[in-house]
C-alpha cells in the first residue's frame, strides 16, 4: 500500500529515471543545428575528435550528448532515419548497461547504434547479438554504412565464416552476430594451440537484441562442443522395442509401468514398471539374471531407456520437432523456428531418430560447454532491448544485475485489446476463430493468426482452406520465405498464420512494405514507376487503418504472458490502429494442466455448449495465474541451473586461464619444472609416507611405477641406499628431480631448443584439453545422479559443490602428472628438419576437427558442437618410440605415443 501511495506522490523508478532521462535529451536537441551545418567530412571528423579527448581522460559519459547528436545526424544523412527523442532516452539506457523495454514499431534497431557508436570509440570492441544469421547480415549491412560514415569498421559474423575471416570481423570496431556464433567462438577460442588463433577479444561491451528471448527463453541452453560417445546405436534400437510393452500410468498411483510429468519433461518408473522392465530386458539378454536396472553397471540402459521413453511420451511430431530429408530438426518452442545442425543430447535425439525411422548419428560426449547466462555475464558491460521485458524484470535483475527501463512510445498506443473468449473445446474454439477471420477478410482488415505449435498451424490452415480463405502460412517449414510473408502480412485482407511471433525482427506495415515493393522494381526502376507504388501504398495504407488496423487473434495462451505481449505487440506500431484477441479452449495445454477441469465443471454448470463462449475476467485472471506458475516454475529451472554452472564456471576460468598463460608464454619451462617437482613428490609420498617407519616403505612399488610411467629405471633400494642407507623422502625426490631433468637436457640438446619448447606447449595444451573433456563427462555424471543424495535427507546442490571441488583438485593433479609423463617418455630417433613441423601438425588436426564439427542441442536444453576428428583425444605428437619404451609399456596401459589408445591397440597392436 505504503509503495502504491509513494509511486502516485513522487512517481516510479521508472518515470523517475525517464525523466533524468529527458533532461539529456534537452542537450542533445540543443546541439542538433549545430551539427546540421557542418560538411560531411566535418562530421565524421567528430569522430577522432572524440578518441583524442578520450585519450586526454574524458569520459564517455561526458561525450554522450555531443556523440548521440552526430549518430543522430550522421543517421538522417545516410539512412534518412531521424532518431526519435524516446529512442535517444534508449541510447542512454543501453549505455548505462540496462534493458530498454521498447515496443514493437519503437526502432529498437536504430536505437542500438547510439550506445554502439558511443562505446565503439575507446577501441575496445562492440558486439550487437542478434537471433538469427538473417537480421545479424541485415543490420551488420545496413547500420555499417552509418559506421563507416563515421569512421567505424564493422565486422559481421555468422555461420560457416573461415576462422580468419571471424578474426577480422572481431578486430572491428562493431561486430555484429548470433548469440549462438559468439558463444561457440568464446569456446573456440578456448580450444585454440596458440594465441594467433584466438578469434575474440576480450568480451568488453554487448547489445543483445531481443534480450529476453536470448538470456530468459534460451537460458537453460548450455553451449556445448562435443565429440562421439561409446554408446551402441543397437541398444537404443532395442529398447525401443521394449517401450510398446509398458503401460503409462493414468493416475497418480494407479496402474502403470511409468508416470508422466508434462510440466518438467520427465518420466519414472512406477515400482511394478521397474520389475517389468527388469524381466522384459533379462527376456533379451540385454540384462544378466540376478542384476538390477539401477546397478551402476547398468545406468548406461537406465539412461537409454529413459530417452526412449521421453521421445515417445513428451516429444512429438510438428510440435517439438519436424521430419524434413531423412532428418530430425528440433522447433524453437518459443520462436517457433527450426534449429537446423542442433541435436538433442543425453541420447534424445537418437532416441527420436530411431522413433521417427530415420538414419541415427551417434550420441555426443561433451569437450567444451557454457551457459547462455555465464558467458554474457563475462562481458565487462551488458545491456539489451525488447519489446516485452517488464514482467521478467526481477530474474534480469536477479541473474544478470540488469535493470529494465519501460520506455514511453514515440506515439500514444491506438490499439484495442479485447477481453479473451473461452471455449469448452478446441473445436469450438477453432470454429469461432475461422468466422472471426472470414468477417476481417470481407472488411479488409489484415489478420495475424498466432499459433504455439506447428500442428496448431498447419490445423487451423487446412481449416481456412476448407472455407475459401486465403491466407499465407509462416512457420518453421517455410522459414526461407518470412521476409516476403511478413512483408505482405499488412496488405488490405491478408490473412498470415504463424507460430510464434518472437524476435521475428521485422515490423508488419499497414499497407504491406513500401520498401519491399520499391527493392522489387529495381534501381532500373523510372521514378513514375516509384512514385505510381508509392501511390498505391497510401491507398492501402488508408484503406487498413478505416478498416481497424491489424487484428491480431491467439490461437490459445503461451505458457508466458511474455510471449502473448509479443504477439500482441506486432499490432499497433508507432499509433497505427489495432486490435487483438485470444482464444482459449478449456482442453488447451495451459489450462488443461493446471485449472481446465475444474474451470469445464464451472461452465457446464451454467449450460453452455461446444459452441459457445464466454468472456470472463475471472477466468482470464485463473489463466494468467496458470502462466505465472508456469513462469516460476521456469525461472526456478533457469536459477537451479545457474547455481549447478556457476561450479563448473568458477572451474572453466580456472582451466581457460590456465591455457591462455600457457600460449601466451614464450616458455613453460619453468611451470613444467614446477609440475615436475610436485608430482614427484606425490609420487614418492604415496610409496614412501611420512607416517610409516622405513621398513613399510614399499620402494619396489615406487621404483616400478616410476619406470611405468616415467621411463625412470632407478635401484633405490639397492645402489641409492647403499651410498646413503638414511636416505630421506626429500633426497629421493631431489635426486629423481636431478635425474629427470638431465634427460630433458639431453633431449633438448637432441631436438633444438626451440623445438622441444614448441612441444611443450602443445602437450600441455592437449592434455589440458583431454583431462578436461573427461572431467566434464564425470561432471555430468555427477549432476544427473545427485538427486539421490536428497533421499538421505542431504542437500543436492551442497553435495555437488562438495564433490565438484574434490573432482576438480584431482583433475589438476591429473592434468600435472600427465603432462609430465608425456614429456618423460618422449622419444626421437633424428632431429626434425623443420621446429614448426609438428605444431603446424596439430593445430591442422585441431582446425579440422571444428571445422567438421555440428551443433548439437538437448532438451533441458543443451546445445553444442558435435566432432568427429579423433574422439577428442590427444593426437600423436612423437615422431617414434624407442625399444626400451615399446617393450616396457603394459598392453592394457594407454600408448606413449599420446594417442589416447590402449598401447595394445596402438604401437603395441600384433601384426
Known sequence: MWNNLAAKLFGSRNDRLIKQYRKRVQQINALEKEYQALEDAALSAKTQEFRARLAEGATLDALLPEAFAVVREASQRVLGMRHHDVQLIGGMVLHEGKIAEMRTGEGKTLVATLAVYLNALAGNGVHLVTVNDYLAKRDGEELGALYHFLGLSTGIIVSGMSGQAKQEAYRADVTYGTNNEFGFDYLRSNMALSSEERLQRELNFAIVDEVDSILIDEARTPLIISGPAEVSLELYRELDKVVPLLTKQEEEDGPGDFSVDEKSK??????????????????????????????????????????????????????????????????????????????????????????????????????ASITYQNFFRMYEKLAGMTGTADTEAFEFQDIYGLETVVIPTNKPIARIDYTDLIFLNQQGKYEAIVEEVRECQQRGQPVLLGTASIETSELLSSLLSKAGIKHNILNAKQHEREADIIAQAGRPGMVTIATNMAGRGTDIVLGGSLRSELQALGEEADEQSKQQARQDWQQRHKQVKEAGGLHVIGAERHESRRIDNQLRGRSGRQGDPGSSRFYVALDDNLVRIFAGERMANIMQRFGMDDNEAIESKMVSRQIEGAQRKVEAHNFDARKSLLEYDDVANEQRKVIYQQRSEIMEAES????????????????????????????????????????????????????????????????????????????????????????????????????????????????????????????????????????????????????????????????????????????????????????????????????????????????????????????????????????????????????
Open 266 to 367: 520427465q518420466i519414472g518408473l512406477t515400482e511394478s514398471g521397474h520389475e517389468h522392465v527388469e524381466g522384459l530386458l533379462q527376456e533379451r539378454g540385454l540384462l544378466e539374471a540376478g542384476q538390477g536396472l539401477y546397478n551402476p553397471q547398468n545406468i548406461g540402459l537406465f539412461h537409454v531407456l529413459n530417452a526412449c521413453l521421453r521421445a515417445h511420451y513428451l516429444f512429438h511430431k510438428d510440435v517439438d520437432y519436424i521430419v524434413r530429408d531423412d532428418e530430425v530438426i528440433i522447433v524453437d518452442e518459443f520462436t517457433g523456428r527450426t534449429m537446423e545442425g542442433r541435436r538433442w543430447s543425453d541420447g534424445l535425439h537418437q532416441a527420436v531418430e530411431i522413433k521417427e525411422n530415420v538414419t541415427v548419428k551417434q550420441e555426443t560426449q561433451t569437450l
Open 668 to 911: 613453460i619451462v619453468d611451470r613444467i619444472d614446477l609440475m615436475r617437482e610436485h608430482v614427484l613428490n606425490r609420487v614418492v609420498y604415496d610409496f614412501l609416507p611420512e607416517d610409516r617407519p622405513k621398513q613399510s616403505w614399499d620402494i619396489r612399488g615406487l621404483e616400478a611405477a616410476l619406470l611405468g610411467d616415467f621411463g625412470l629405471k632407478v635401484d633405490i633400494d639397492g645402489d641409492w641406499f647403499a651410498e646413503n642407507e638414511n636416505m630421506t623422502q626429500e633426497e629421493i625426490v631431489a635426486r629423481l628431480i636431478e635425474w629427470m631433468q638431465n634427460i630433458h637436457a639431453q633431449k633438448t640438446q637432441q631436438v633444438g631448443e626451440a623445438f622441444i619448447r614448441r612441444v611443450e606447449k602443445i602437450i600441455a595444451l592437449q592434455t589440458i584439453d583431454k583431462q578436461w573433456k573427461q572431467h566434464l563427462t564425470t561432471m555430468d555424471m555427477l549432476r544427473q545422479a545427485i538427486w539421490l543424495r536428497s533421499r538421505a535427507q542431504k542437500d543436492p546442490k551442497r553435495e555437488y559443490q562438495r564433490e565438484a571441488f574434490e573432482i576438480f583438485g584431482g583433475l589438476l593433479e591429473n592434468i600435472q602428472f600427465e603432462i609430465v609423463r608425456f614429456l618423460s617418455l618422449m622419444e626421437f630417433k633424428e632431429q626434425p628438419t623443420q621446429a614448426e613441423e609438428l605444431e603446424q601438425q596439430a593445430k591442422q588436426r585441431q582446425q579440422q576437427s571444428l571445422e567438421q564439427a555440428q551443433y548439437s542441442d538437448s532438451s533441458e536444453i543443451s546445445t553444442g558442437v558435435e566432432s568427429e576428428n579423433n574422439n577428442g583425444q590427444i593426437p600423436p605428437v612423437f615422431t617414434e618410440l624407442s625399444e626400451e619404451v615399446l617393450k616396457r609399456t603394459p598392453r592394457n596401459a594407454p600408448c606413449p605415443c599420446g594417442s589416447g589408445k590402449k598401447f595394445k591397440y596402438c604401437h603395441g597392436q600384433v601384426v
